[in-house]
């Protein structure tokens, strides 16, 4: 499927496909203008750095996250105490990803480390089923294979949620969808996303299912019931705008807020930044599973090269950094700000030849990739449950509100009185574990609700928002759930009581 931007004649841009212009690139100033998000500047990247006191991510300083929709509103929400959840996603249709697939992930990642705030992961196994040629049983395994792949980027469990669609569509969920779909007419839809008459119907019918994880209220298990719990913030490249663009349009009208963006530009094919990273060329890009050999081999094989067709070119005219493979990678991949203008100044005067700085990228992903694979071999499948478990990760403190009285602090709104009272009632029925496998029918545990037992989100509050003194409010909540369970055992008592006390009065007026 392909629909035109309008940007150039032949610029493409939709989550689906990416064509280049006449010029083999990507006009990104062009796109950010034609789908109307903002370009992110150098003031708001301090903001970030001053709000997190954290050194901003390399990604961020070289502007290859290079626009937003609101994130300056989430920085002021952040800054008066908000915390706000991070949603992104992968669809899983290859075994294992390229380095292109890790840049949002090791954003992400960056960004949870910094903000400190919880994550949602969605694996479209559905989206890719419908657009692949793929079983769905082969999309839903892929589902479990990425996410170790994803998990290797060093995700906290405590405050990562990771959920495939098939598996994890739940009423909380399903909800959220249905209101989506009925705010987007056809013909909107076939405006944003370029539907045609030959999209199957699933296709058409797709958007909801990645739109409604901005909601929080999708996950009561983390977030309670509430739409406007929390604000959301979504990492991604530029491609998935269009999802986005459509949620940002209905949100109100859920009673929702509008979830916050923060976009990536593409990291470049091997063969050539209009080239194709595809898993049926394996030397198109570099894969998280490839050895050393493999990287070396790849980079001197077939990375594009800007520099001079021959040493005494090179050495004259010096390389071209706007087409040079390698030394776009580095800007993706090496951290040493100072290490990488030596190499840009080096290469680009000649004094570097392509040979060299191919050694140089071949040094540096190495590593990475080395270090990946051992992270990932540690991913077993009961870790992978760990993050796909629907088990209570309520983080309470973020969405109850506290007031100071007499100088100690009470709770003064929450929406979890409810959201408590139902767990107590899973509890019942459930003790044991409420732990989902991808095969276990999920609804009923999928819209469990529960109390937090997050001993290092407590930590972590504290130490942030010293400002804002509550960090009771777990405890709260769980006195509350045994006023509630006290409550609940006298009523029965009582009926117990009433029953017997009728038995007794029956059995008197036999007699
Ligand atoms: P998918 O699997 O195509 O891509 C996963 C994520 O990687 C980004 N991406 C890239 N980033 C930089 N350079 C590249 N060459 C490159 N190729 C892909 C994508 O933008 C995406 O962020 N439908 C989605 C899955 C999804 C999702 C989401 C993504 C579901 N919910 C929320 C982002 C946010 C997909 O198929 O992504």
């Known amino acids: 499927m392909s629909k035109k931007n309008d940007i150039e004649q032949e610029q493409v841009v939709t989550p689906w496909a990416v064509e280049f212009g006449s010029d083999g690139k990507i006009d990104y100033q062009k796109l950010t203008e034609e789908f109307g998000c903002q370009e992110i500047d150098e003031r708001l990247i301090e903001r970030i750095e001053r709000i997190t006191e954290t050194?901003?991510?390399?990604?961020?300083?070289?502007?290859?996250?290079?626009?937003?929709?609101?994130?300056?509103?989430?920085?002021?929400?952040?800054?008066?105490?908000?915390?706000?959840?991070?949603?992104?996603?992968?669809?899983?249709?290859?075994?294992?990803?390229?380095?292109?697939?890790?840049?949002?992930?090791?954003?992400?990642?960056?960004?949870?480390?910094?903000?400190?705030?919880?994550?949602?992961?969605?694996?479209?196994?559905?989206?890719?089923?419908?657009?692949?040629?793929?079983?769905?049983?082969?999309?839903?395994?892929?589902?479990?294979?990425?996410?170790?792949?994803?998990?290797?980027?060093?995700?906290?469990?405590?405050?990562?949620?990771?959920?495939?669609?098939?598996?994890?569509?739940?009423?909380?969920?399903?909800?959220?969808?249905?209101?989506?779909?009925?705010?987007?007419?056809?013909?909107?839809?076939?405006?944003?996303?370029?539907?045609?008459?030959?999209?199957?119907?699933?296709?058409?019918?797709?958007?909801?299912?990645?739109?409604?994880?901005?909601?929080?209220?999708?996950?009561?298990h983390m977030f309670g019931m509430n739409k406007k719990s929390l604000k959301c913030l979504i990492p991604c490249a530029i491609d998935q705008d269009p999802y986005f663009r459509m949620t940002r349009d209905v949100a109100h009208r859920l009673g929702g807020y509008k979830p916050a963006l923060v976009e990536s530009r593409f990291f470049p094919a091997l063969k050539g930044e209009s080239g194709k990273m595809s898993a049926s060329d394996p030397t198109s890009a570099i894969y998280v599973t490839d050895s050393a050999k493999e990287i070396r081999n790849k980079i001197n094989k077939h990375?594009?090269?800007?520099?001079?067709?021959?040493?005494?070119?090179?050495?004259?005219?010096?390389?071209?950094?706007?087409?040079?493979?390698?030394?776009?990678?580095?800007?993706?991949f090496l951290d040493d700000d100072e290490k990488l203008k030596e190499i840009g100044e080096k290469y680009s005067s000649g004094e570097m030849l392509t040979g060299e700085i191919k050694q140089i990228l071949a040094d540096c992903l190495t590593p990475i990739?080395?270090?990946?694979?051992?992270?990932?071999a540690n991913v077993t499948d009961?870790?992978?449950?760990?993050?796909?478990?629907?088990?209570?990760?309520?983080?309470?403190?973020?969405?109850?509100?506290?007031?100071?009285?007499?100088?100690?602090?009470?709770?003064?709104?929450?929406?979890?009185?409810?959201?408590?009272?139902?767990?107590?009632?899973?509890?019942?029925?459930?003790?044991?574990?409420?732990?989902?496998?991808?095969d276990k029918n999920d609804e009923e545990a999928g819209c469990?609700?529960?109390?937090?037992?997050?001993?290092?989100?407590?930590?972590?509050?504290?130490?942030?928002?010293?400002?804002?003194?509550?960090?009771?409010?777990?405890?709260?909540?769980?006195k509350k759930a045994a006023k509630i369970k006290a409550a609940q055992e006298k009523k029965e008592a009582e009926k117990l009581a009433k029953a017997a006390a009728k038995e007794a009065s029956a059995a008197a007026t036999m007699s």
């Not at 990739?369 to 990932?376: A, C, M, N």
């Not at 009470?410 to 409810?418: I, M, P, Y």
């Open 369 to 376: 990739v080395e270090e990946h694979q051992i992270r990932r």
């Open 448 to 478: 469990a609700i529960g109390a937090p037992k997050s001993d290092d989100w407590l930590r972590i509050r504290k130490e942030r928002l010293k400002k804002d003194a509550p960090t009771e409010g777990s405890k709260s909540a769980l």
């Open 55 to 220: 050194k901003a991510h390399a990604f961020l300083r070289r502007g290859l996250f290079f626009a937003h929709r609101e994130l300056d509103e989430i920085c002021t929400a952040y800054e008066k105490g908000e915390k706000f959840y991070l949603y992104t996603g992968r669809g899983p249709s290859s075994e294992s990803l390229h380095l292109g697939h890790l840049v949002p992930f090791q954003f992400t990642k960056w960004l949870q480390d910094a903000f400190k705030v919880p994550l949602v992961i969605q694996l479209t196994d559905d989206e890719k089923f419908l657009w692949k040629d793929l079983q769905l049983e082969d999309c839903r395994r892929l589902a479990r294979e990425n996410a170790k792949d994803i998990i290797a980027c060093g995700f906290n469990p405590k405050t990562t949620f990771i959920f495939a669609d098939v598996s994890y569509m739940c009423t909380p969920f399903y909800v959220n969808m249905v209101k989506i779909a009925k705010c987007v007419t056809f013909n909107q839809a076939k405006g944003i996303f370029g539907f045609t008459g030959d999209s199957n119907i699933g296709q058409i019918g797709f958007p909801p299912v990645q739109a409604a994880p901005s909601f929080p209220d999708c996950f009561p």
């Open 303 to 332: 990375a594009f090269s800007g520099g001079g067709a021959t040493i005494e070119e090179q050495r004259e005219k010096g390389a071209n950094l706007d087409v040079d493979v390698p030394w776009k990678w580095l800007n993706f």
């Open 382 to 438: 009961e870790v992978l449950d760990m993050y796909f478990s629907i088990k209570p990760r309520v983080f309470l403190d973020l969405f109850q509100k506290y007031e100071e009285k007499d100088g100690s602090w009470t709770v003064v709104e929450t929406d979890l009185s409810k959201a408590l009272e139902e767990k107590m009632k899973l509890d019942e029925e459930d003790e044991e574990d409420t732990t989902v496998s991808q």
